[in-house]
């Protein structure tokens, strides 16, 4: 549910005045705001705030009030009550979009009211103001949460830095239960079940409890209540390699025990996307009458950190084409070649997203151009062998036709994000990624939170090639990491672009988990990625 709010003052809302029956105690805040807060999708004069009262908590008809404030003792918010109902319905989450009430460039404390209760204390920030050109921009970059997979004390660190957002690139939930019966994982207190008892998510409740789940996290919590963030999806907030399937009219989900039947596809993937229009701080496009998933929500969208950054969020799961190779796994998805890769119908944006990608990044005059794609862009080959066809190397002539398009515009500026693949690395972005190229831009990926990188899978099989292979297999590539969980961070100025990669312990449930500067890279136009340690 996203609200806009009345600016009617709080009267009658203040805190410990409304909802409490006489003579009864006050309700703690963990009682009613479980979950805590958080703050995403910022412009240059709003943010969209987000919280969840407790069920236990909830009594219809009550209302509840949000409220942002330059300092932390509330004197003079901006906010308001929130109009609509909540309840049931949107399984008792709240979201308030301020667009339009705040100040560019400023950071804000925010919290809620409920029943006289206030919130956890959120802070958050506002786009820098449009025209101008920032000193400096520090993004967190992370992905890839399996919450049985590890702890997250690098959320921890990540609560603490000093930064203007954080962009997550997708995988915030697993579909998986973290049941017993059917997985084994190394770390206490992460096991979970869901409603449905299935060993991954078949419906609304299920994906429910995955957000509720992941969100319980302490240092989960603590991040999104430090800083704003923008979300895009990968393919685990609903299935594995998901992609869209023409031939059905429905989402693809090969490896889901739904995969031959697209009309139940179909609902689950509107499920799945309910789930995270309600527990995902964004500004999007979202309509809860739809019946069609393109027409239920539309995510990619773009912001602009003052002239220093435009940044393209993308989604390349919900109108992709199937995989080039074949639905199977080795061979086909992994590790594969075959000639429809570069079909030139193969499309990862969809037409009308390819276009506005296309069009807008080329005609951007910010310093640098971003795109947050959730899956690698740049090539992996080992040989003749495409590693991963679920990334662009599926749907090569599609990235061939972006690179044109920018390398005519002359573009040097060329930032991409990227996630997916458990691992880090940076890479050169050039036409055909053949050294000796012009360089439009590098391509930097965040390493994964807690899943396990192919280092820890392959090694199992015994089919690990190794980084340096790798290197030497992709000489565009100025690293690859395929064993390291941690963040990074992305530093902006108007002269160049730092990447800081962090390797955290996530073998420890501490928010002073080991860490450790992996790599600090960076990208100049004219001069290329140049390590600097
Ligand atoms: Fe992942």
Same mark, same amino acid.
């Given at each position: 549910m996203q609200v806009r709010l009345s600016r009617r003052k709080l009267l009658?809302?203040? *805190?410990? *005045?409304?909802?409490?029956?006489?003579?009864?105690?006050? /309700?703690?805040?963990?009682?009613?705001?479980? *979950?805590? @807060?958080? &703050?995403?999708?910022?412009?240059? #004069?709003? @943010?969209? /705030?987000w919280t969840r009262v407790a069920p236990e908590a909830f009594q219809p008809g009550e209302p509840i009030a949000v409220e942002a404030c330059e300092s932390a003792d509330f004197l003079e918010p901006q906010g308001g009550l929130i109009e609509t109902g909540f309840g049931p319905e949107s399984d008792y989450t709240v979201r308030a979009d301020l667009d339009g009430q705040l100040e560019p460039g400023r950071g804000y404390f925010y919290r809620f009211i409920y029943r006289g209760v206030a919130s956890p204390i959120g802070r958050t920030r506002t786009l820098p103001p449009p025209g101008t050109m920032p000193e400096r921009l520090r993004l967190g970059l992370v992905t890839c949460?399996?919450?049985?997979?590890?702890?997250?004390?690098?959320?921890?660190? /990540?609560?603490?830095? #000093? /930064? !203007?957002?954080? =962009?997550?690139?997708?995988?915030f939930i697993y579909e998986y239960s973290g049941d017993p019966r059917?997985? %084994?994982?190394?770390?206490?207190?992460?096991?979970?079940? $869901?409603?449905?008892?299935?060993? $991954?998510?078949?419906? $609304?409740?299920?994906?429910?409890? =995955?957000?509720? +789940?992941?969100? &319980? !996290?302490?240092?989960?919590?603590q991040a999104l209540a430090a800083h704003p963030w923008v979300f895009l999806w990968d393919d685990h907030e609903f299935a594995n390699d998901t992609y869209w399937d023409p031939a059905t009219d429905a989402p693809g989900a090969p490896d889901h025990p739904f995969k031959n039947q697209p009309e139940r596809l179909r609902k689950l993937r509107l499920e799945a996307n309910q789930a995270w229009s309600e527990y995902v701080p964004a500004r999007v496009v979202y309509d809860p009458t739809a019946s069609e998933p393109h027409r239920q929500i539309s995510q990619y969208r773009k912001l602009a950190f003052g002239d220093l950054l435009e940044l393209f969020v993308t989604d390349t799961r919900s109108y992709r084409s199937p995989h080039p190779c074949g639905e199977g796994g080795f061979g086909? %998805?992994?590790?594969?070649?075959?000639?429809?890769?570069? %079909?030139? +119908?193969?499309?990862?944006?969809?037409?009308?997203?390819?276009?506005? $990608?296309?069009?807008? *990044? +080329?005609?951007?005059?910010?310093?640098? %151009?971003g795109l947050a794609s959730a899956v690698m862009f740049s090539p992996l080959r080992s040989g003749d062998l495409t590693l991963n066809t679920d990334g662009w190397d599926g749907y090569a002539a599609e990235r061939q036709a972006l690179l044109q398009a920018w390398a005519r515009a002359g573009v040097d500026n060329l930032v991409v994000l990227s996630g997916d693949l458990h691992s880090a690395l940076a890479a050169q972005v050039s036409l055909t990624f053949q050294p000796g190229e012009p360089w439009l831009g590098a391509e930097f990926m965040a390493p994964s939170l807690t899943s396990p990188g192919p280092a820890e899978t392959l090694r199992r099989l015994a089919f690990w090639p190794g980084n340096a292979l790798l290197e030497q297999a992709n000489p565009h590539l100025h690293f690859f990491d395929g064993d390291i969980n941690g963040y990074a961070i992305l530093e902006a100025t108007p002269e160049a672009i730092t990447y800081e990669l962090y390797w955290v312990d996530k073998t420890q449930n501490h928010p002073g988990a080991p860490k450790r500067l992996a790599r600090r890279l960076r990208y100049r136009p004219g001069k290329g990625l140049e390590a600097l340690r």
């Open positions: 009658g809302l203040g *805190l410990g *005045l409304a909802g409490l029956p006489r003579g009864q105690a006050p /309700l703690e805040p963990q009682a009613v705001f479980p *979950l805590g @807060v958080a &703050s995403g999708d910022p412009s240059p #004069d709003g @943010v969209v /705030l949460q399996e919450f049985g997979s590890g702890y997250y004390g690098a959320l921890a660190h /990540l609560a603490r830095e #000093d /930064l !203007d957002a954080i =962009l997550h690139l997708g995988d059917y997985r %084994r994982e190394r770390f206490a207190g992460r096991a979970f079940s $869901l409603p449905s008892g299935s060993y $991954l998510a078949v419906n $609304l409740a299920d994906y429910r409890a =995955l957000y509720r +789940t992941y969100r &319980s !996290d302490p240092f989960l919590q086909q %998805r992994q590790f594969a070649t075959c000639s429809a890769q570069t %079909r030139p +119908t193969q499309t990862m944006l969809g037409a009308e997203q390819y276009r506005w $990608l296309r069009e807008n *990044l +080329t005609r951007s005059s910010a310093k640098w %151009r």
